[in-house]
């Protein structure tokens, strides 16, 4: 028991420091390469944090179990949004840009009809993993090309005005601060996981409780401690291009793999009549409450608050209910 209150202890502190540092490096790296938070947010942090997802993906498809592989992408999903967001609104309120309001956010979207499209058969075969796979490659060379392309023109605009280039984080620093801050991120959310699994063990919680419950969100712990920290630090586009980027990152690659490795031939019911409906209704309600709207001084805002984050969380709540419930 006590090695197991220390397990949950070191595992917050760490994950807590280690998340500040994860924020640390991918902002160096971002200013470095001359690129947006929120580019680095979603290929880097948000691919980097959903790992474990491929991992477990991996394993699955392997061990004749790729239908675990939907569950763990879609289930992720569905914390990234309505956990994630939810409680990083708490912190501070989620401003989304206008970029991902008229071009991620609705890329999103299509990638969740196309999942529908593929699984409506009720099977996810080698094709459809191979077209998911090529989606994934396609939409990140997509955003590496009109990053680019938006970097020459803030550099074109700072030379005709005359400012003076931004400085540049030590690259080398950054990176360090970015490996080990995802290591640390990943490593401290399976020890503090495995310490409240046994305190709630030793205590005589059930199973089905603990899994619903501690196994839920010690899977999207890093997102949720990387999402927090550049909240807390005023990065909210690292915060919304890591839910996004990680979203993308576990509809594409996470099930993709699954399928090339092993054909899902049956998929479960569960799956096609709970999780991707929520999933995919949890994505458009993100578009629809962060459409931007005209402020005070006639520029077009986009994101939410409190309310909507509290919103997120109650629905994310419902969620769980609804899985205990239908487990029982």
Do not use: H
């Amino acid at each position: 028991m006590i090695l197991s209150v220390l397990a949950v202890v070191i595992g917050l502190v760490v994950l807590v420091w280690s998340a500040d540092r994860f924020v640390d490096g991918a902002v160096g790296v971002a200013q470095f390469l001359g690129m947006s938070t929120f580019l680095i947010g979603m290929l880097v942090v948000g691919f980097g944090t959903s790992a474990p997802e491929m991992v477990v993906s991996i394993l699955s498809a392997m061990n004749d179990t790729p239908q675990l592989a939907l569950g763990n992408a879609y289930g992720s999903n569905i914390a990234n949004i309505a956990l994630i967001l939810g409680a990083t609104a708490l912190v501070a309120p989620v401003v989304v840009k206008t970029q991902a309001m008229l071009r991620d956010i609705p890329i999103l979207i299509l990638m969740t009809v196309l999942t529908v499209l593929l699984l409506k058969d009720g099977n996810v075969s080698f094709a459809d993993g191979a077209v998911l796979l090529v989606a994934f490659v396609a939409l990140t060379l997509f955003n590496v090309f009109m990053e680019l392309k938006e970097k020459r023109n803030r550099e074109k605009e700072s030379e005709s005005s005359g400012e003076p280039a931004p400085v540049k984080s030590s690259i080398g620093k950054s990176v360090l601060w970015l490996l080990v801050g995802i290591a640390l991120l990943i490593a401290s959310s399976r020890l503090l996981v495995w310490g409240a699994v046994n305190i709630a063990q030793t205590l005589g919680v059930s199973d089905l409780l603990i899994g619903l419950t501690i196994v839920a969100v010690g899977t999207s712990l890093p997102e949720l401690a990387s999402s927090i920290a550049a909240a807390r630090r005023g990065e909210n586009d690292l915060a919304v291009g890591n839910v996004i980027g990680s979203n993308a990152f576990n509809t594409l690659v996470v099930v993709g793999i699954a399928a090339v490795i092993a054909p899902i031939n049956s998929t479960d019911p569960e799956v096609l009549s709970r999780d991707l409906p929520i999933m995919s209704a949890l994505t458009l309600l993100l578009f629809f409450i962060c459409f931007p709207l005209k402020n005070k001084v006639g520029k077009r805002v986009g994101g939410f608050g409190r309310i909507g984050g509290a919103l997120f969380l109650c629905l994310y709540v419902g969620y769980l209910v609804l899985l205990g419930i239908q487990s029982i």
